[in-house]
């Protein structure tokens, strides 16, 4: 059977199918994201040094890796739209940089909370700390850019090239721990393993599909939005269900 | 199970809860504003349409 893959390519077609994939993002998040909380809060052990403030890593650490993630991302969508003029490409990068900005900031929020307790400082200006500021900083510098240029065409092209510069950022934040000597630990999972209790190894993995769906689901749904307004003078767009009242 | 207890989280609860409440709530409100921003969209483009019908 042939399929043609570039079909989704085309605004007109991915409108549709990101509206059927929303909920089977969405309602997976929100069930694991339940289940996450169960068991982060009553499966798993209370911690032998960090007593219960440890369990701020459920939220920490998957926000901290999707905010890293969701960049590289958010710069091989711009990367692909500069590079084969691919409308929708660009269109996914604009539509993923809120999520990503949203999760550096509680990458942010939630490791200060935690610093507190355990270092005594809300803030360091540690390798860490100061990379991921940055990571909120460049998703903050694509967003206005982007709005700040009238043609969406050139605003693509010019959150493009941040983008993809910005992304030097990323592997700097990753190996900032084993570079420098930082306040902020090391990695606790590591592809050889790690030293984790099993249950918050389950806890932590559950939070990261969880929020890893939902940023699917949300990206998503924001795109959809920003095909309609750019496309909104296409035929297909007065076609739509959405339209026929 | 003590459910008072639970919520102080051997004095750590605001830092607990400080980190889970405002993540929850930035979630919600990204889903609010997302959901909102499409709405607006759909009613710009039939007030748009309509426009164009009277013309």
Known sequence: MAINWFKYAAPSSFYGLAGKLVPWFAWPAAILFCVGIYIGFFVAPTDAVQSEAYRIIFIHVPASILSMFIYLIMAGYAALGLIFNTRLSSMMATSLAPTGALFAFISLWTGALWGKPMWGAWWVWDARLTSELILLFLYLGFISLQASIEDPRRADRAGALLAIVGSVNVPIIYFSVKWWNTLHQGSTVKLSGTSMHISMQQAMFTMFAALWLYAIAISLLRVRSIILERERNSQWVTEIVEMKQ | ?55
Do not use: C, P
């Open chain 2, 1 to 55: 199970m003590n459910w008072l207890g639970f919520f102080e989280m051997k004095g750590y609860a605001w830092y607990i809860w400080g980190s889970y409440g405002v993540t929850l709530l930035i979630i919600m409100v990204e889903i609010l504003l997302v959901v909102h921003k499409r709405k607006v969209v759909l009613q710009q483009l039939r007030l748009i349409r309509d426009a164009e019908i009277k013309e």
